[in-house]
């Protein structure tokens, strides 16, 4: 299913750096946390996405 | 848009209330719930809020069989569509099979700023960047990845048209950030969105400078003939490649397959969009007879009287919807064809759904092979 999705991503256009699958144990909260600041650091760079409406990039 | 103005629109008025509608429909014989002349009737009789929140209102597949037969001549499936964009504006929305995606995803490509990749299949197919024949992909590259495990390419479909064209002399343009052209929201009652994708698409092709648009699918075909110029300003004509094809199978030499020394019975799925929608009933059996090897038989129901695969827009596929399938591929398999042809995408991706579907094993065997006829031709052109 990811890889469905990561080549639909791909055709809209989107970079593929907005997409990512991780796996993360219940009890592995420090690692979720990291990997989520490390993607929303990401994204920041990356800008808006072109999909938000009004948004002019 | 009101209730009352739609009932005028579609000659909802007329209706005799004689039933051939419901007896006719394909969905009314296997849901008891659906019944087009009910749909009719609560709208004459003001039963506005019954009407849109009856979920039976996303079921109807805008085949036309009902209209086909109205004595009236009311537009039962227009009529839907209106009642659906009230209803839409009132939060009905139909069920969504595959949860939504394939909507979503055409709601997406409504956006202005996206810059989309969406013809990256496209290597060692001969296009060009100017011409006046413009090809128009439609959803293939969205579909090609989701419709992967029931073994239909839809990329395929369009690289075989591109093909086609070649061998007709032309190097068709292809718009890079095409979008979709917006049927099933159209007629899921999303006209907002709708008429974004119009504009988008219009803007385009006049920039493009395209005399003539060429589809390989009957429903973006539908879309530009009859709902674009209700929106936007089109300049140029739309056909299907299965016209283009048959008025020119003399310039071209269709073989049979070396490998394939005997005579394959195949029969002919009239998708309804261009059957009963545009009237286009003869063209893709004209290629088919042009055919060496291959001998064309009809199904119980064929042409006029074709029956839909059963679903529509991506909305309220059901457990009926199935059985209109088992039903048609059945009919097929009576005719002692080893191949069934259809010109439209969606029909192939309905079937092959039907025949990988769990529920299958235990009933018929509907199994058989399904074929775009755009592949078939490719297949048999001297290239």
């Known amino acids: 299913m990811f890889e469905k999705i990561r080549k639909v991503v ?35 760079k990356l800008g808006p996405s072109p999909l938000r409406e009004g948004v002019k990039v | 848009l009101n209730l009352e103005d739609l009932i005028k629109e579609t000659k909802t008025y007329y209706c005799l209330e004689c039933g051939k509608c419901t007896a006719v429909c394909p969905v009314s014989r296997h849901n008891s719930n659906f019944s087009p002349r009910f ?70 490509e409504s956006r202005p700023d996206i810059k989309q ?34 073994e239909v390419s839809p990329v395929n479909i369009a690289r075989n048209s591109i093909k086609i064209l070649n061998a007709l002399g032309i190097e068709p343009m292809l718009l890079p950030n095409e979008r979709c ?14 008429k974004k994708l119009a504009q988008l698409n219009a803007q385009m092709i006049k920039e493009s400078g395209a005399k003539k648009i060429v589809f390989s699918c009957p429903e973006g ?50 998708p309804c969009r261009l059957g009963r929608h545009l009237g286009i009933y003869e063209p893709p059996r004209e290629i088919i007879r042009a ?12 042409g006029d009287e074709s029956i839909c695969c059963g679903t529509s827009a991506w909305t309220n596929c059901s457990s009926y919807s199935k059985q209109i399938r088992i039903e048609r591929l059945l009919e097929a398999k009576a005719t002692g064809a080893e191949l069934l042809i259809t010109s439209c995408p969606k029909c192939q991706i309905h079937f092959k759904c039907a025949m990988v579907d769990k529920g299958a094993e235990k009933g018929p065997d509907i199994k058989m092979e399904v074929m775009d006829l755009v592949n078939l031709a490719a297949n048999a052109l001297e290239i």
């Open chain 2, 117 to 150: 990749r969406r013809l990256e299949w496209l290597n060692g197919c001969r296009t060009s960047q100017k011409s006046e024949v413009l090809y128009f992909v439609g959803c293939a590259p969205y579909f090609e990845p989701i419709f992967e495990d029931i």
């Open chain 2, 39 to 108: 749909m009719l009737e609560r709208a004459l009789m003001g039963f506005e809020g019954e009407l849109i929140h009856d979920r039976e209102l996303f079921s109807c597949l805008a085949c036309y069989a009902c209209s086909h037969l109205c004595p009236s001549d009311v537009d039962y499936p227009v009529f839907t569509q209106k009642v659906r964009n009230l209803a839409s504006s009132q939060g009905e929305h139909g069920d969504c099979a595959h949860s939504g995606t394939l909507l979503s995803l055409m709601r997406l």
């Open chain 1, 10 to 44: 791909n055709t809209l256009g989107l970079e593929s750096e907005r997409l990512r699958r991780e796996m993360i144990a219940a009890a592995e909260a420090p690692i979720f946390a990291e990997l989520i600041e490390e993607m929303v650091k990401q994204l920041k």
């Open chain 2, 291 to 302: 055919m060496p090897g291959i001998k064309l038989v009809e199904m119980e129901h064929s």
């Open chain 2, 181 to 194: 052209c917006g049927h099933d929201l159209l007629w899921t009652g999303d006209t907002e969105t709708f």
């Open chain 2, 221 to 270: 075909y539908r879309t530009f003939k009859i709902d674009y110029p209700q929106y936007v300003k089109l300049d140029c004509e739309p056909m299907h490649i299965t016209e283009l094809l048959a008025q020119n199978l003399s310039a071209l030499s269709l073989r049979a397959k070396q490998s394939n020394p005997e005579v394959k019975r195949v029969t002919y799925q009239d």
